[in-house]
């Protein structure tokens, strides 16, 4: 029998990357490309749609070179990140930037300009809201379109006629196909989907915001072809973009994913090695945490959980038939990287970093040290100073995008030593902030036993420990594969037919993992320390409240 192969593209902040993999999950290779960004005004961030498709187009040739008969390849499935791109009618790229360039044609997810349109959304408390925790957050797509019309009308509002999440502009630029996903819509864009009402477009809400236009338009421009992840998408491949992948026209293209949905897919399915009991615990009570640049909390439930200050339930949007409810941080890998890269301390230990070393290890080894030089474990090294994470705002489960970073216990240390104990603090807040966000999905009705990390941060063991001893949960680490291109194979596997739903891929391709077990010994620690934390948030709303008053008497 001919071996079967999957290819999966999942496209990041940065990068671009594809996957091959065979019929049971294995990863045979992966090729990596870079994005361009850019950054136009302070928390404008904007990316090119000719440049992702471009970069998507050269990772698929790459990881299928050594396939000599293309028709082995059965499937190819897409992630992206939820960025939104805008099309005019003959389906090219329309600015959305103030330069006017229509090469910059994606508002990035991270991209904050929304603002002040996303408050104007949630002072209205329309129903809608209920779905995204009781407030929609400034990275979502109807607030952007907001600012889209209010700032840059004649440039682009007025020339678009199509706007997308980049999971859905991957699909149409390999099949020709306008359909758009579940999983984009219900997690980004206010589309209502549950078992009892069914499927729609609210048309008060997009009236009360100013969008009308949209409504009038029958949502054309937004998408009216709603499919559910892993669905095929048109008839495959079309000729030019099989030409453009170096695959097979009409080799099927699978409904898209958002990236951290993917690899919520790709990863919650994982067994364990050598814990029988772990592995009998059902999908609801896993929760995959993508932790890359931002993390996602991918809770799943059988029926539609309301959790203030978290995303969702959205139905089918990750796993199809469940709902998910999302928690999440704003900035993670970008917050260490923000925390290292600006310490005085910085250039000495990168300049002193081997061509093989990885910088965040160097700092890992570099607090062992430190910890048996003082006689001390290592998590207490942090004793004296404590970190708010939020300083790209709170996504869960406060949901308040105006928050700010907070560090306690500053010193003149300029020290390399310094470094690393400012760096172990911003990882115990960010798993803190974990922590939070898992008491708010357990308040709202969930009931979460395990977590399973994957991503950039996954391959941190501090981060990942650190998030076991916070939190009291066994935290699992997929092996040999890479979950978010993972999660686009399986959808694959079941866009070719080869898997009746993803539950049966998962089952096939899942692959395992081993476990990391909470500490007893930091237990009392890490109590104390998260008393501390919600403490800050406390402090820095009370402070508000001060300056306030100040500002009323100007």
């Known amino acids: 029998m001919m071996d079967v192969f999957y290819v999966s593209v999942d496209v990041g902040t940065g990068s671009v990357r594809a996957g091959l993999f065979t019929s049971d999950g294995c990863m045979v290779c992966t090729a990596t490309c870079s994005l361009e960004m850019n950054q136009s005004e302070p928390h404008f961030y904007e990316q090119s749609s000719r440049n992702v498709w471009e970069s998507t187009c050269s990772v698929v040739k790459e990881v299928v070179s050594g396939v000599k008969n293309r028709e082995q390849i059965r499937g190819i499935g897409f992630d992206a990140t939820c960025s939104l791109v805008a099309l005019d009618g003959a389906l090219s790229p329309v600015t959305v930037s103030l330069s006017g360039e229509d090469n910059w044609n994606i508002v990035v997810w991270m991209d904050h300009r929304a603002e002040v349109q996303a408050a104007r959304i949630n002072a209205l408390s329309h129903p809608v809201l209920r779905n995204v925790g009781g407030k929609m957050s400034l990275e979502m797509q109807p607030p952007k379109l907001m600012w889209l019309k209010e700032h840059v009308y004649e440039s682009c509002w007025k020339k678009a006629r199509h706007f997308m999440d980049l999971p ?4 149409f630029k390999a099949t020709g196909s306008l359909s758009r996903s579940m999983c984009s819509l219900v997690c980004k864009w206010g589309y209502q989907a549950s078992e009892e009402n069914g499927c729609y477009w609210d048309d008060s809400f997009w009236q009360s915001i100013g969008l009308q236009e949209l409504v009038s338009d029958a949502y054309a421009a937004i998408g009216t072809d709603v499919k559910t992840p892993g669905q095929p998408c048109g008839q495959g491949l079309t000729v030019t973009a099989a030409e453009q992948l170096g695959l097979v026209a009409e080799t099927a293209v699978a409904c898209s994913m958002i990236d951290a949905h993917a690899g919520g897919l790709g990863s919650i399915g994982c067994n364990v090695d050598g814990d029988p009991f772990l592995n009998s615990l059902p999908l609801r009570c896993r929760l995959p945490v993508i932790c890359g640049t931002s993390t996602c909390h991918m809770a799943i439930s059988e029926r539609s959980l309301f959790v203030p200050g978290v995303w969702g339930p959205y139905l089918s949007a990750m796993v199809p038939g469940f709902y998910t409810s999302e928690g999440g941080q704003s900035a993670a890998g970008k917050l260490l990287d923000h925390v290292i890269e600006t310490h005085p301390a910085y250039g000495e230990v990168r300049d002193a970093l081997q061509s093989t070393e990885y910088l965040q290890n160097v700092l890992n080894s570099n607090l062992e040290k430190l910890s048996n030089k003082k006689c001390i474990r290592l998590a207490a090294l942090t004793s004296n100073l404590h970190v708010w994470p939020d ?40 798993a803190y902030s974990t922590r939070f966000i898992v008491e708010a999905l357990t308040a709202g009705g969930h009931n979460i036993k395990l977590m399973v990390l994957s991503g950039g941060l996954s391959k941190n063991s501090l981060y990942c420990q650190t998030h076991a001893d916070v939190t009291g949960f066994p935290v699992v680490l997929p092996t040999g594969t890479d979950s978010m291109l993972l999660g686009g194979a399986l959808l694959a596997s079941v866009a070719t037919g080869d898997a009746n739903t993803c539950q049966e891929a998962m089952a096939r391709m899942a692959g395992n993992g081993k476990a990391l077990y909470p500490q007893e010994e930091d237990k009392s620690y890490h109590e104390k320390k998260y008393q501390v934390f919600k403490k800050m948030v406390e402090h820095q709303q009370a402070y508000r409240k001060i300056m306030a008053t100040e500002r009323d008497n100007i």
């Open 391 to 430: 300083f790209y705002g709170n996504r869960s489960p406060l949901a308040d995008a105006s928050l700010q970073g907070m560090m306690c216990g500053l010193t003149l240390d300029r020290s390399a030593a310094n470094l690393a104990v400012s760096y172990l603090a911003t990882v115990q807040a960010l």
């Open 168 to 171: 859905d502009f991957l699909t």
